[in-house]
């Protein structure tokens, strides 16, 4: 057939097929760029570092494992935005602070798991196990409510009690704490209240406070070291081992506890009425409704919650007392008339409106948990961005705090609070079906130790001491650098003294 054709036909053929294949490349090109004009409008960019050929993951999983969890979430939504996208040992994230995105995550069913190393959970006992990071949905529902039971009801009408004659017991043994200067660590004074108050709640057995706390201590440091860190470093003995070590000697201290417990009930004739904690869990563990492990866990995870969090929580709120002298007087005399020669056990502390904004306050301008960690079950719409299933979101409440709404943002006023607060924009324990399970009876404890502090003495730390000055990590949550004098105070006797002089000498104590 090609004979019968000339010649410069045949050498017509070879360009037409080059022009074709032209055609066809430009119009591949052109379908391409359609499809990813029609993407884009379809599913807004969000901003956040570039990939960079997969060395944008690299950077910034590195800032949040160097700078830690906190302080990497509030350099990349200041930089980029309220919507953020980076990438955490190699998988997608999304921090959120804008208060209409995280209103949406919190209230949402599709956000109850959440995210974190599967290695790192496994060390710290929280993989499948517990309700903190237990994303096993349906075995976190049922835990849950053996929590919800022993935080509401008798549990919480009990608490008031406990909290007032716990914190009594510390203060008056006060001077053993006390150093040759006149100053008391104070964070590891009310992580012996709080620690206190939650063995007599929940596990009601004999325990050391003194060792506990350590070994608590111990296994937060855990926990913040693991939770994010690649499958490599679970390898590295030497770096690993001191960690497994120390999550190890805590839960083998609750395993220890738990047997003392289960001989107690062993050894009761009847048990009371109203069952604590630990109680109801062992009693489904013999009923083979729970493992030994979760019951364990559970224990745990509801013994080292106060210690970790209220706390320090009580320890900022000291200090921004110390910052804000005029309120700390209006505490008092709202205190004193509430009170009216009453016991702190009995007075009606709904009635103590300033130290309640005061607490709101506190938990908004220096919270110790400043975010949260979730997964998205199933693909979802937030502000118009497609999430995928399975994406890491990461809620800024912090910022969010210090970003809408309030009329003094950047500011610690107690105005902040003078008019209801619509929830959207102030979320400190979370809202929805994973809200913190603990926020009730945390307000009581809250309520009921600074109470009890406050009518017996005015607390001062070192002179020149502040919140900005002292170092502090945001990794897990904010926490004070525990060093020998940085976190030190005096705590002055408000009897010995008349009340109109103890704010003048608070000035210049603590030398």
Not at 104 to 110: A, E, F, G, K, P
Not at 205 to 213: A, F, G, Q, R, T
Not at 272 to 288: K, M
Not at 340 to 348: F, K, L, Q, R, V
Request: proline letters at 4%; a neutral charge; charged letters at 20%.
């Amino acid at each position: 057939m090609n004979g019968m054709l000339p010649p410069e036909v045949l050498d017509l053929c070879p360009t037409v097929a080059d022009a074709v294949s032209e055609v066809t490349i430009l119009l591949l090109l052109l379908l391409l760029l359609l499809f990813i004009t029609r993407r884009r409008t379809a599913q807004p960019h969000i901003p956040g570092p570039s990939f960079l050929a997969g060395l944008g993951p690299i950077l910034t999983y590195v800032r949040f494992m160097w700078t830690g969890i906190g302080t990497a979430c509030n350099y990349y939504n200041k930089k980029y935005g309220s919507i953020v996208r980076v990438w955490i040992n190699g998988e997608e994230t999304v921090i959120l602070s804008r208060s209409s995105a995280v209103y949406h995550v919190l209230r949402s069913d599709l956000y109850t798991a959440r995210f974190g190393s599967k290695a790192g959970l496994e060390c710290i006992g929280m993989d499948g196990r517990g309700i903190i990071f237990n994303s096993d949905v349906l075995l976190w529902k049922k835990l849950r409510k053996y929590f919800s039971k022993a935080l509401t009801g008798p549990g919480l009408q009990r608490t008031l009690g406990i909290c007032t004659s716990s914190t009594a017991k510390h203060l008056d043994c006060l001077q053993e704490m006390t150093s040759p200067s006149g100053h008391v660590d104070s964070l590891n004074l009310l992580r012996a209240i709080v620690v206190d108050i939650s063995n007599r709640l929940f596990l009601r057995v004999p325990l050391n406070e003194k060792d506990l706390l350590k070994k608590i201590h111990g296994y937060f440091e855990t926990w913040q070291t693991v939770l994010i860190k690649p499958d490599i470093f679970f390898k590295i003995g030497w770096l690993y081992n001191k960690h497994r070590k120390a999550a190890q000697a805590l839960q083998d201290a609750m395993e220890s506890l738990l047997e003392i417990k289960r001989e107690i009930i062993s050894e009761s004739e009847k048990l009371d009425d109203n069952l604590d904690f630990a109680t109801e869990l062992i009693l489904a563990q013999n009923n083979g409704e729970l493992s030994s492990d979760n019951v364990r866990q559970c224990v745990l995870e509801m013994v080292i919650a106060a210690p970790d969090t209220l706390s320090i929580s009580l320890f900022f709120m000291l200090m921004l007392l110390k910052q804000n002298p005029e309120v700390e007087l209006r505490i008092v005399e709202e205190m004193n008339t509430v009170l009216g020669g009453e016991n702190a056990e009995t007075i009606d502390y709904q009635k103590l409106n300033v130290l309640e904004s005061f607490i709101n306050e506190s938990l908004r301008f220096h919270p110790v948990v400043d975010f949260t960690m979730r997964k998205a079950l199933e693909d979802d719409i937030i502000e118009d961005i497609h999430i995928t299933k399975g994406t890491n979101i990461i809620l800024n409440i912090g910022l969010m705090h210090k970003t809408e709404f309030f009329p003094k943002l950047k500011e610690f006023s107690l105005t902040n609070f003078e008019k209801t607060v619509p929830s959207r924009f102030f979320q400190p324990f979370g809202c929805g079906p994973r809200s913190c399970v603990g926020k009730h009876i945390s307000m009581v404890m809250m309520k009921a130790i600074l109470v009890t502090v406050l009518s017996r003495y005015t607390v001062c730390p070192l002179q020149g001491c502040t919140l900005n000055s002292i170092r502090q990590t945001n990794n897990l949550s904010q926490q004070p650098v525990e060093d020998e004098h940085s976190l030190v105070m005096r705590f002055i006797p408000r009897s010995t003294q008349p009340q109109h002089n103890q704010h003048r000498d608070a000035a210049v104590s603590g030398n």
